[in-house]
Nanobody, 119 residues
Framework: QVQVVESGGGLVQAGGSLRLSCAAS????????MGWYRQAPGKQRALVAR???????NYADSVKGRFTVSRDNAKNTVSLQMNSLKPEDTGVYYC?????????????WGQGTQVTVSS
């Protein structure tokens, strides 16, 4: 069993910064990729940023240059530093951890943390 727990959401004014953190624990020792997804009101959950165990990253176009994802492989933690926040960054942020077992990927999700950016 795997637990994924996020922290760090909150309310911030436009132009401000927030840092989200996530820890994955349990029966999986290694996650190939970890990252963050966002679900805005009335929209589907979408990728914000992800990072592989080798350090490769990819970002949604809307956050490039403003957000930075990082991870600690030994601790199975991932963080998202969000700068120059905009109202359109508002949503529930979910941490995701992917484990590959054999030929199959298993996705594990946190419960989500609310980020609200006021204009």
């Amino acid at each position: 069993q795997v637990q994924v727990v996020e922290s760090g959401g909150g309310l911030v004014q436009a132009g401000g910064s927030l840092r989200l953190s996530c820890a994955a624990s349990g029966s999986i020792f290694r996650f190939n990729a970890m990252g963050w997804y966002r679900q805005a009101p009335g929209k589907q959950r979408a990728l914000v940023a992800r990072i592989t165990s080798g350090g490769s990253t990819n970002y949604a176009d809307s956050v490039k240059g403003r957000f930075t994802v990082s991870r600690d492989n030994a601790k199975n933690t991932v963080s998202l530093q969000m700068n120059s926040l905009k109202p359109e960054d508002t949503g529930v942020y979910y941490c995701n951890a992917v484990s590959t077992q054999g030929a199959r990927d298993y996705n594990y999700w946190g419960q989500g943390t609310q980020v609200t950016v006021s204009s």
